[in-house]
């Protein structure tokens, strides 16, 4: 449905965005963009063909 898609977006959303400030607090630095891509890239990439909508 529309909301639970919605609701899927909002999820990785915010779970990126706590895993993009570990990495600042871990390396002193914040994450490039092109770092947070492969991150979210990698993260999705073990969900696949589990029907979510981002």
Known sequence: SMAGGAA???FWHRN???KC???E???KRRI???GA???L???L???RGMGLSV
Do not use: E
């Open 21 to 23: 400030r570990l990495h």
């Open 16 to 18: 990126l965005g706590i």
């Open 45 to 47: 990439y073990n969900y």
């Open 25 to 27: 607090l871990a390396n």
């Open 41 to 43: 890239a990698n993260i």
């Open 8 to 10: 899927d977006c909002q």
């Open 32 to 34: 490039s963009v092109t």
């Open 37 to 39: 891509s492969k991150l």
